[in-house]
Each structure stands twice: as C-alpha cells, then as structure tokens.
C-alpha cells in the first residue's frame, strides 16, 4: 500500500516514490552527517528577547537502508519540573526533500547548497502555527546548533535556539 500525504497545509499531496539510501546521500549528503543521538539544550525566547523556558532534548536520527522511511527522528524532550514529550518522524523522501505528516507536526527538510539543514513545519491541529528552523552542523561533526522561528497567522511570536552535542554515532 502506498502512503499519501499533504504536507504543508495542505498544499499537495505526495505518494511515496522509490528510495534509496544512495540516492538521499547524493541529493542531501550533509544530513546524512546527523544519523545517531544528539543531547541538546532548547532555549524559547519571546520577541523581545525574554527568556520563555527551557528544556533538555535527545534526538535519534535513522537512515534506514530498507523499508518505507527515509528517515526516522525519535525526539524525547525533558523539562526540569518532570513533563516529558516524545515525538517521532517519519518521513519520506520526494522531489530531493524529505517530507512527514504526523502528530503534532507535518512539514519538509531539505539541504542548502552549503550544507544547512532547513526544515518547515506546520502544526497539525492548527496550521495558523508554523516554524522554520536552521541547522548547521560544526565542521567536525560533533556539535551543531539549531535556529527556529515561530509563527502564529504569519506573526513571529517567538524564537527557539539549540546547541546539541553527538553523544553516538549509532542508534
């Protein structure tokens, strides 16, 4: 059975193509560098620059040589008062990006040019709610920070920013 999917509100609907871990590395070689456990800190801040809160992270990313997911990206986020959230994506690969529609989020990640990683994002239950997000990966390959903007009816309301460490290269 093939999955659809609409992606990014809604906009288009995708059926899933062949796929090939090759063919990922040839069109998106720098996210391919991100497979394994990274440990981050997130910090939210308010336009003005106020610290919202924070939060611990660990975020496993899968390149799966076989089966229907080009990548698999489990997230556990930790709180200091106890909350904890789990999260996992997974996406498909089409028209050299990969693409996911899940819970909470559905959106695409592709590659620059330069090696950045660039994600959009669009809340599931509500697609007035979206984010952009940067992720640039240190030159060694064990440290990378991530940008994100957050949007509600086009209006930034907030920003987030993450510095992770590889903590393995292996799931």
């Not at 093939?2 to 720098?30: C, Q």
């Not at 909350?83 to 559905?106: A, C, M, R, Y």
Request: charge should be neutral; charged fraction near 25%.
């Amino acid at each position: 059975m093939t999955p659809n999917f609409r992606i990014s509100a809604r906009i288009r609907e995708l059926n899933e193509p062949a796929y090939s871990v090759g063919l990922l590395a040839k069109k998106m070689p720098s996210l391919l560098q991100h497979e394994g456990r990274w440990q981050g800190n997130f910090q939210h801040f308010s336009n003005e620059g106020r610290l919202l809160e924070t939060h611990q992270a660990v975020v496993k990313h899968q390149f799966p040589e076989e089966g229907p997911y080009a990548h698999i990206q489990d997230s556990h986020f930790i709180w200091d008062n106890g909350e904890e959230l789990h999260l996992t994506q997974n996406s498909i690969f089409v028209d050299g990006k990969l693409w996911w529609d899940g819970d909470p989020f559905q959106g695409c990640i592709w590659e620059t040019d330069f090696g950045n990683i660039l994600i959009n994002i669009t809340q599931t239950s509500d697609p007035r709610l979206t984010l952009n997000e940067m992720i640039c990966l240190e030159p060694a390959g064990n440290r990378r920070s991530r940008v994100k903007q957050w949007f509600k009816n086009g209006r930034l309301f907030k920003r987030t920013l993450c510095h992770e460490r590889r903590i393995s290269n292996t799931n």
